[in-house]
């Protein structure tokens, strides 16, 4: 039996607290700049919809219909995969993972290895690719990483980390990255998770 989940509405047609998709659906769905996210107890969703009702009426000094286009987001894709890295030092120990956005089980991990974070997050992005294009599923990704966003986007790693002995192994995974992204298309949608607004990533170490 699945577990009771409060779904939150801070900009829908009806903000509020409502007990099923369905109903968040229905306010939600089509709603230009939609924002919601569920919770799995009501006091949860009620400290959460208390405090984002008070954050969005003013946000980074803006009011109105300015700080309402900087605080919202498209609905979460549930059925998704998130990535995220995390890096002892810049450059340093880096690692990166892929999870499922809805459980947070781990689908993949790589290193620890010495690089940086933004390389871990153009390597998360495309390792989910390699296996979604090999699996035939257009499924959704998520990084919280604009930079990553920005060099899959190009089919560049735009790094300034130097290649010598400790990176030489790195260096060929961002070759063989580049190259696939150049040579091969694919369906999936890459999203920017907006943590302002849902918090921190599903893929995210916890490290902070």
Known sequence: MAKQKYYVVW??????????????????KGFQGAAFKSFPTL?????????????????NGKTGASAQKSST???????????????SGNPGMMEYQGV??????????????????????FLGIVHALVMLKKLGKDTTIYSDSMTALSWVRNKKA?????????TEELWQMIERAEAWLKANTYNNKIIKWETHIHGEIKADFGRK
């Open 11 to 28: 900009n829908g047609r009806k903000p509020g607290i409502y007990t099923t998709w369905a109903e968040c659906e229905k306010q939600t």
């Open 43 to 59: 006091s949860e969703a009620e400290q959460a919809y208390n405090q984002g009702a008070a954050s969005r009426s003013v946000s």
């Open 73 to 87: 987001a498209a609905p979460i894709d549930e059925n998704s995969i998130s990535v995220d890295a995390a890096c």
């Open 100 to 121: 499922d956005t809805l459980t947070g089980e781990r689908i993949f991990h790589y290193g620890p290895v010495f690089g940086t974070n933004n390389i871990g997050e």
């Open 158 to 166: 735009n790094t300034s980390l130097k290649r010598d002995h400790r």
